[in-house]
Antibody, heavy 120, light 108 residues
Framework: VQLVESGGRVVQPGTSLRLSCAAS????????MHWVRQAPGKGLEWVAV????????QYGDSVKGRFTISRDNSKKQVFLQMNSLRVEDTAVYYC??????????????WGLGTTVTVSS | DVQLTQSPSFLSASVGDRVTITCRAS??????LAWYQQKSGKAPKLLIY???TLESGVPSRFSGGGSGREFSLTINGLQPEDFATYYC??????????FGPGTKVDIK
């Protein structure tokens, strides 16, 4: 069971970036998927979730209206489209899998993270 | 939205100690709470879900308890590998899944 994030890099404020997370080793289309971020030296911040079939998506207040989570079950991937990036979006971004397929109980599989740096 | 607080934010302990971390919710979340351990530079690891259920493979020295608004994570017999930062997370279905601010457990 593995998650591998990619797409993080250094970008300027106001620009866009798309992160990807490739899943393997489990029935991807059975599970909700989350993005969680961690700014340098700070705690964990929940960013977004997408239901197993993509029909429901929710966002944290700090990214709502700027970030979009999506998934491609045929390719076992989840994405985070980040627009209008701000300096405060600088963080390591993790994707994570829900423990249970039926309802949220916790996040049991995490990727290694991908680093996004927003700087002029 | 539910807000989570943790106490203490930092604690210093010795190998073999029993330590307890508290997580409080701004409103009742039943037992929809998970606990994670994060070591420096690593991804978080799920320890406890549904407030008190030990995740597979997690040592039995870890235990969780509580319901409603107050929860606890206890480590009985702290081991060298347990020095890390611990986070609680509310998982009470949608639309938000906030984390607590974290508790760093350091070596005395």
């Amino acid at each position: 069971v593995q998650l591998v994030e990619s797409g993080g890099r250094v970008v300027q404020p106001g620009t866009s970036l798309r992160l990807s997370c490739a899943a393997s080793g489990f029935r991807f289309n059975d599970y909700g998927m989350h993005w969680v971020r961690q700014a340098p030296g700070k705690g964990l911040e929940w960013v977004a979730v997408i239901l197993y079939d993509g029909t429901n998506r929710q966002y944290g207040d700090s990214v709502k209206g700027r970030f979009t989570i999506s998934r491609d079950n045929s390719k076992k991937q989840v994405f985070l489209q980040m627009n209008s990036l701000r300096v405060e979006d600088t963080a390591v971004y993790y994707c994570a899998k829900e423990l249970h397929s039926s309802y949220p109980t916790g996040l049991d599989v995490w990727g290694l993270g991908t680093t996004v740096t927003v700087s002029s | 939205d539910v807000q989570l607080t943790q106490s203490p934010s930092f604690l210093s302990a010795s190998v073999g100690d029993r330590v307890t971390i508290t997580c409080r919710a701004s409103q009742s979340i039943s037992t929809y709470l998970a606990w994670y351990q994060q070591k420096s530079g690593k991804a978080p690891k799920l320890l406890i879900y549904a407030a008190s259920t030990l995740e597979s493979g997690v040592p039995s020295r870890f235990s969780g308890g509580g319901s409603g608004r107050e929860f606890s994570l206890t480590i009985n017999g702290l081991q060298p590998e347990d020095f890390a930062t611990y986070y609680c997370q509310q998982v009470n279905s949608y639309p938000r899944f906030p984390f607590g601010p974290g508790t760093k457990v350091d070596i005395k």
